[in-house]
Structure formats: structure tokens, C-alpha cells
């Protein structure tokens, strides 16, 4: 049967996932405390419902089911993390046999199915014993990461092609230093920018154990929040705005992972406000040899804002929202469930920003998806009829399909996520998955959407 979206051979379908959203058994196994365990102890209040990070979806124990599963419904690739912190339980040093055993058998497992793992090394886990060393403000954390980076890459690189060194970076930044959702709830733009600084450097480090590696076949990238800024209007001082939210939410990572270095106009913010980090001589050299072969680009919603209507305050501390509100597009197309816009051809204008700006660099949709409270509302004959995930996901993937025909290099479409995952302060409010979860039994139901999904996969299109 012809098809009306037919997709590039060997396009890679699928989802995402991480470690400390999905394993559970976060106090079993070896595994050491990282910044959420730490978090939940302290300010379970925090978090929706108080429920916190100890169990999630407990794939520790039912990772040979669940990757069953993934193959039956279509999934020809999985990404994952790594939780650093149960491979090293303090963040350096001795390495968690348990650990190892683990991810050998998920690895192995997932092979075994034919699912290719894509595997991400950080997913805002940071040990908690090296946040207690100041996490990514101090430069030693960044060696601790890439020792580790370099750990993975020798144990599992044998199985193991595509890697990524982080996932988001800039939401760690904006959670833990700007905006108070993440560990360690530091409210400092210079902070904030030291650890984004910092980050980077890490990353180009991770990159350069990589290269020393010697992977067959092997690539390595970084999976990017890619939210295209839309102005309010062509006026001179929307279209600023809109720039400098660019630059500081997207281009503060996209242009060191990929075009090997910062934009100038960040620079000269960061340093006409006083907040530019602390660099070392030779990290320009390290960033430029470092950029990344392939790009996760998670997309869920676009940033559409306006020029500031009001000076900020002079005493409030400096924010990236010195320089732009936000802005509600009146008719705008809303996920009710949620409160998100959905914009589906901001993946469209975000691939033609790779090609064009970004040497076209290797990508592919890393993270797209719906969130959706009290699914169960929607249960037929057992069953979550989630025919708006599966609006949600045709319509994203028919932009994605034209970018390719424009000659995009786009290999594939993971959906957040496998199986409703614990996420983060939002615990378990937002459902994203192709499968539901019972969060006290734990007991796995597939949604139609993933019976839709395994269709497209097969026919590799719609
Ligand atoms: C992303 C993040 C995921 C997940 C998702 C849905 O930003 O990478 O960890 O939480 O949002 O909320």
C-alpha cells in the first residue's frame, strides 16, 4: 500500500528514557545517592503527591520484560542513561560491579531484541557526593565526569555506537541555578552561567575520551532542548527579544556542541552584566576539537515571546528575563491536559535551522511527546484510547517528514517515553508513555497509541 509518509530506510523509531525516571532501586544494588535521593529525603514536599525517586518504574527488575515489550511494539532503537551514580557510587573512584552486571544485561538484552541502544551518560543525576564538591561549579567535577565518560565508553563500547554526554543541559542550569526546580535551588545568574560553562567543558572532555576510545562505527553527541523562540511580531524590539531568548536557551549549547564555539552577543551580555565564568587557557582549543557527530533534539513546545513591557527591577537578582516576557498567542493550540502549546511545525523550523545554520549535522528527535494528567479518564474496553498522542505524534512526524524532503538529515523519532515515568517535582502527574503504569503495583497496560506506533514502525511511515 502506498504511503503517503514514507520514511528514510533504517529510520530509527522508538523512545527515551532515563536512568533515575525509570530504574528504581535507588537505594539497592551499590548504588550511591545522587542529588534527587538527596532532594526527596530532605523536601519530599517538593514533589507531586510526595512521591519520590526510590522505586519509579522499577526497571531495575523488570528490564527483561519491558524490552519485550519495546519489541512488540515496534521499538527499533531505545535510548537510555546511565546513573552515575550507581556505576560510581561516590562519583570517582571504585566502580560498582552491580552496576556493571546491569547495564551488561540490559545492553544485551535490548541487542537480543533487536533495539539499539543509544546511551546518554548524564540525565540530571548528579552524585550527590560530588555535588557536595559543588557539582558543575567546580572544574574537578567536570574530570570526575569525563573519568567516568571514559568508563562507559570502555565497558560498553564494544556493544554500544551511539553515545551521548548529556541530555538537557540547560535545564539542570535553569532548575538548579536560575528558576528553583532542581537541586541545589541556587537563585544566581552567574552561578548559573559557571555551570552551564562548566558543562560544556565537560561535554568536549567526555568527547575527546571518546575519540582516544576508538569505537567502531561509534558516534558520540549531545541531546539538546531545542524551543525555538517565535517573536510576537517583526517589530525591531520583539525580534531582539526573541534573539537574545534564543541565545541564551538555545545557542548557549547548540553552537559550542556543534559550531565549536560561543555566540559573540551571549559574550557580550554575560560580560556587559558582570556574569561571564571563570574559563581556563586552552578551553577554547578543547571546545572547538570537540563538537559532536550526531544531535538529539528534544522538542515538546515552542518559547514565544515579546519584548519587555516593564524595566526589571534593579535590586532583583539578573535573569535571562531581563530582556523578553513571554507571550500567549491569542488562538494559540493548547494541550488542555497539560498547558502546553503544541506547535507541531517548530520541529520543521528547527531542522531547517540545523541545515541551514549548523552544517545540517546528523540528528534525529530524541524526545517529543504528549503529557497528560488522570489518563485513566480515557479507558475503553481496558484500554487508554489516546487517540490525542496519536494526533500528537502523526502531526510532528508529517513536519519532520517534509524537513526531509527538504533534505534534512533527521534518521529518526523516539517519543518521551517507553512506560509513565516519574518526572522529577512532577512525579507522576504528567503521563507521557506508550504504556500506563499503576504506581503501586506497578503493573504495566499498553495505550493504543502504542499499537498505532508499532504500525508506523513496520511500515516505516503512514
Ligand atoms: C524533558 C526531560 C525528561 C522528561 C520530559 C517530560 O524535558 O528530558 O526527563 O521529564 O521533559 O517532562
Known amino acids: 500500500m502506498a504511503k503517503e509518509y514514507q520514511f528514510p530506510e533504517g529510520f530509527w523509531w522508538g523512545s527515551a528514557t532515563s536512568a533515575t525516571q525509570m530504574e528504581g532501586a535507588a537505594n539497592e544494588g551499590g548504588k550511591g545517592k545522587n542529588i ?51 556505576l560510581i557510587p561516590n562519583g570517582r573512584g571504585e566502580v560498582n560491579e552491580e552496576a556493571v552486571t546491569f547495564y551488561n544485561n540490559v545492553i544485551d538484552e535490548l541487542i537480543a531484541n533487536d533495539i539499539e541502544p543509544f546511551v546518554n551518560l548524564y540525565h540530571f543525576d548528579m552524585p550527590l557526593n560530588m555535588q557536595q564538591e559543588g557539582g558543575w561549579e567546580s572544574r574537578e567535577v567536570t574530570d570526575a565526569y569525563a573519568e567516568y565518560a571514559q568508563i562507559c565508553f ?10 551521548f554526554t548529556f541530555n538537557e543541559p540547560i535545564v539542570p ?8 526546580f532542581h537541586y541545589p535551588n541556587v537563585v544566581d545568574a552567574s552561578r548559573a552561567a559557571q555551570v552551564a560553562y562548566h558543562t560544556m567543558i565537560a561535554h568536549a572532555k567526555a568527547v575527546e575520551a571518546f575519540r582516544d576510545c576508538e569505537i567502531k562505527d561509534g558516534k558520540i ?7 525555538p523562540s517565535y517573536p510576537r511580531s517583526q517589530n525591531p524590539a520583539d525580534l531582539r527579544a526573541s534573539r ?37 587557557a586552552g578551553d577554547k582549543e578543547l571546545i572547538q576539537a570537540n563538537t559532536a557527530d550526531i544531535l538529539g533534539v528534544n522538542y515538546y513546545q515552542p518559547r514565544r515571546v515579546k519584548a519587555k513591557e516593564h524595566l ?74 489516546d487517540d490525542y498522542r496519536i494526533e500528537f505524534i502523526r502531526e510532528h512526524l508529517k513536519w519532520l517528514h517534509k524537513a526531509i524532503e527538504e533534505g534534512c538529515n533527521a534518521k529518526g523519532y ?12 512532577n512525579a507522576y502527574k ?33
Do not use: C
Not at 542550569?173 to 528553583?180: H, I
Not at 554575560?270 to 561571564?276: A, D, F, Y
Not at 523516539?414 to 517535582?425: A, G, K, V
Open 244 to 280: 537574545i531568548a534564543d541565545l541564551f536557551f538555545n545557542r548557549s549549547f547548540l553552537d559550542p556542541a556543534v559550531l565549536g564555539e560561543y555566540p559573540e552577543e551571549l559574550i557580550s551580555i554575560l560580560r556587559e552584566h558582570g556574569q561571564l565564568p571563570k574559563t581556563e
Open 430 to 462: 504528567n503521563r507521557y508513555g506508550f504504556i500506563s503504569m499503576d504506581v503501586e503495583t506497578k503493573e504495566r497496560k499498553t495505550k493504543k497509541s502504542a499499537y498505532w506506533f508499532k504500525k508506523v514502525s513496520e511500515n516505516n511511515g503512514f
Open 221 to 227: 553527541g549531545i541531546i539538546l532542548n531545542l524551543t
Open 414 to 425: 523516539h517519543l518521551w517515553t517507553f512506560i509513565d515515568n516519574w518526572s522529577w517535582m
Open 173 to 180: 542550569v535553569e532548575g538548579g541555578y536560575l528558576y528553583d
Open 36 to 86: 534527587w535521593d538527596y532532594w526527596y529525603e530532605t523536601e519530599p514536599n517538593r514533589f507531586f503527591e510526595n512521591i519520590g525517586p526510590e522505586q519509579t518504574s522499577d526497571f531495575y527488575h523488570r528490564y527483561k520484560d519491558d524490552i519485550k515489550l519495546m519489541s512488540q511494539i515496534g521499538h527499533n532503537t531505545f535510548r537510555m542513561s546511565l546513573s552515575w551514580s550507581r
Open 312 to 385: 526589571p527591577n534593579p535590586y532583583s537578582p539578573f535573569m535571562p528575563d531581563w530582556f523578553f516576557d513571554n507571550y500567549e498567542m491569542p488562538g494559540r493550540k493548547m494541550n488542555p491536559y497539560r498547558g502546553w502549546e503544541i506547535y507541531e511545525k517548530g520541529i520543521y523550523d528547527i531542522m531547517i535551522n540545523l541545515k541551514d545554520n549548523y552544517g545540517n549535522i546528523e540528528s534525529f528527535i530524541s524526545e517529543n511527546g504528549m503529557g497528560v494528567q488522570d489518563e485513566n479518564r480515557f479507558i475503553e474496553n481496558g484500554e487508554i484510547q
Open 154 to 163: 570502555r565497558l560498553f563500547g564494544d556493544r554500544v555506537t551511539k553515545w
